[in-house]
């Protein structure tokens, strides 16, 4: 079975530091690898995703995440933070055993960004 | 392109009764899954459908079902409502050609919040 650990659930920065949220994930086989992002009452939104290619993504918002196969890594980073990022994020897998059709999510990160 | 929607947005409900979701996906989209979101157990796969089948199954008891139509709409139901199923329920779509792997994105949309008293 695979699983998706998100280092802290809360993660505290100032606008225009670089944010860094940490997921590590564990999967017999290579997986695809997303990071989704939930404002207060909404759905999710995708920020970008790793299928094969290039381990380096680039998403929205100025994003990108580096896939480690090494480390089981796939930690989602920007260079700097704005007031509006401020949201929580979500790392998830996706299993091969459904032909890559079904997500097995983290358990989030909160992002606080302060002025 | 219209989003995923769901209806309704919120609904309140008391133990044992039972109570039906609807979404509609993307214009195109074939697929459609189901998520419930908790805050104690985060984000779980319930079920996904495609071409009216329910083609994968989550970790749930048979309390929880889904259909889906031809246009490909879908609706989920709890039965006999407990208060554990007091959550935010996602749906999510996406534009696959149904075949044993796909590297196409789930779209979610705003979710179903259900509340149990």
């Known amino acids: 079975a695979q699983s998706v650990t998100q280092l802290g659930s809360h993660v505290s920065v100032s606008e225009g530091a670089l944010v860094l949220l940490r997921c590590n994930y564990s999967?017999?086989?290579?997986?695809?690898l997303f990071w989704y992002v939930q404002y207060p009452n909404q759905g999710l939104q995708l920020l970008l995703k790793y299928t094969t290619g290039a381990t380096l993504v680039k998403g929205i918002n100025g994003f990108e995440a580096e896939f480690k196969k090494s480390e089981t890594s796939f930690h989602l980073t920007k260079p700097s933070a704005h007031m509006s990022d401020a949201a929580e994020y979500f790392c998830a897998v996706s299993d091969p055993g459904s032909g890559y059709s079904t997500l097995t999510f983290g358990k989030g990160t909160m992002l606080l960004v302060s002025p | 392109k219209a989003g995923v929607t769901q209806t309704p947005r919120y609904l309140i409900k008391t133990r044992g009764q039972q109570v039906t979701l609807s979404c509609s996906p993307i214009?195109?989209?074939?697929?459609v899954s189901w998520y419930q979101q908790t805050p104690g157990q985060g984000l779980q796969f319930l079920f996904e459908?495609?071409?009216?089948?329910?083609?994968n199954k989550g970790n749930f008891p048979g309390r929880f079902s889904g259909r889906q139509f031809s246009n490909s709409r879908s609706e989920m139901n709890v039965s006999t409502l407990e208060l554990g199923d007091s959550a935010l329920y996602l749906c999510?779509?996406?534009?696959?050609?149904?075949?044993?792997?796909?590297?196409?994105?789930?779209?979610f949309g705003p979710g179903t919040r259900l509340t149990v008293l």
């Open positions: 999510a779509s996406r534009h696959t050609s149904g075949g044993a792997i796909t590297t196409d994105t789930q779209y």
């Open positions: 214009s195109g989209h074939r697929s």
């Open positions: 999967s017999s086989v290579p997986p695809y």
């Open positions: 459908y495609f071409s009216e089948t329910q083609r």
